[in-house]
């Protein structure tokens, strides 16, 4: 799948700047396009793997470089003001080459949750490329503001992207990490997501042959629809020392046919379980699996621990599981992990508490900003003698 990323802001501009220094070390040789842009000089500054022609630094005669805060309003004007500025930098880099435009940004704060949908907008008009948004929702202790912000970034998204992505950062919790270590964390859950997904209609390694091939065609048709999704993920090491010696044996055994389909009735319960993990475990943001219009599974590993009738069980559980019949599958071999790993993109989902309880707070967050205000001018007002009358 070939994406042109573009990270939006300080919490996109880090998941894209971890993207690149994970595809970099593996040497996958994903076709990439990726593009930085802030309204804070200093948050640009400190992106390590996106080369610096590929940051883009907008609102420097309103904000001069300092960032728009928590105004997600004052973002999107920012985006709209410079749209020329990123759309020219895109069309530089080229986007004949691309299967879909990806967009990632933080929804609390003020530049992505305000500008992402402003580009989004402008993309959906501009290109026939699907747009995505990898949109990451802040969790309720971070306050009500930016439970406002979130919620209407999320509206103003889902008119204009072809599906959005949610991370729920506030169910991402993890036992003794700081605020900054959780939120570093959770990007590394992000990209690793990310990075199987890029996996998808990409060649595979020499002399590898993926056995039910997952196309960027697929992967655009389960997202197809608009709406919400929320992906799972889940690994296993590849083969535990007692699994080695038992393929060792059965190898030596490969007449004695009760060895050889006991080992492969394992191999695929244990493909059939891992996919189970991934769409019942921790989803990035949780949600009632029936509710979901669409699945798509894609398991990536060592080609000898990849098997296909376990995948084909894998897809027909999850048929039963959600309320549509879309259900997609398929594998990707590779010898640079010891891991095999299982990706469940559940598209379209639509019971989601963690969006309800979002649209609760964000009204509390506007009824209170609305009260305040009214309270401040009504003491205000009151500092002067009655008799003196107001303008108009």
Request: net charge neutral.
């Amino acid at each position: 799948m070939r994406f042109f990323a573009i990270g939006f802001g300080q919490a996109g501009g880090k998941i894209l700047d971890l993207f690149v220094e994970n595809e970099k070390k593996r040497g996958a040789g994903i076709k990439l396009h990726t593009l930085a842009v802030n309204t804070a000089r200093t948050d640009l500054m400190g992106l390590k793997h996106i080369p610096m022609k590929d940051r883009i630094l907008i609102g420097q005669t309103i904000v001069k470089g300092h960032g728009v805060g928590t105004d997600n309003r004052m973002g999107a004007k920012v985006a709209q003001d410079e749209i020329e500025t990123i759309l020219n930098a895109i069309d530089e880099k080229g986007t004949h080459d691309i299967d879909a435009f990806l967009i990632i940004a933080g929804l609390g704060g003020g530049t992505g949750s305000g500008g992402s949908p402003v580009l989004a907008r402008y993309l959906s008009e501009m290109y026939s490329e699907p747009v995505y948004a990898v949109g990451i929702l802040p969790a309720p202790e971070e306050g009500k503001l930016y439970s406002l912000n979130a919620a209407r970034s999320t509206i103003t998204l889902l008119k204009y992207v072809d599906n959005l992505i949610l991370i729920d950062n506030g169910a991402w919790k993890f036992e003794g990490a700081s605020l900054k270590e959780s939120f570093a964390k959770i990007n590394e859950e992000v990209v690793r997501r990310l990075a199987v997904l890029a996996r998808a209609g990409e060649p595979v390694e020499e002399g590898m042959v993926g056995e039910m091939v997952v196309d960027s065609s697929e992967v655009i048709n389960t997202f197809k629809g608009g709406g919400i999704s929320s992906i799972g993920y889940a690994t296993s090491m590849a083969e535990t020392e007692e699994e080695k010696e038992r393929r060792k044996f059965s190898l030596k055994n490969l007449f004695k046919r009760e060895d050889r389909g006991t080992y492969d009735e394992d191999k695929s319960m244990k493909i059939a379980s891992l996919v189970r993990r991934a769409a019942l475990g921790r989803l990035s943001v949780p949600c009632n699996i029936r509710s979901a219009e669409k699945a798509l599974v894609l398991v990536a590993g060592p080609p000898e621990h990849l098997d296909r009738k376990g995948i084909e069980k894998a897809k027909l559980w999850l048929e039963e599981q959600i309320s549509g019949v879309e259900v997609r599958a398929g594998d990707y071999p590779t010898r640079r992990t010891k891991y095999v790993a299982a990706l469940v993109v559940l598209a379209n989902v639509t019971d989601i508490p963690r969006v309800k309880q979002l649209q609760r707070l964000a009204v509390e967050a506007r009824e209170e900003a609305e009260g305040a205000e009214r309270s401040r001018l009504e003491k205000t007002l009151a500092l002067f003698d009655e008799d003196i009358e107001p303008l108009f």
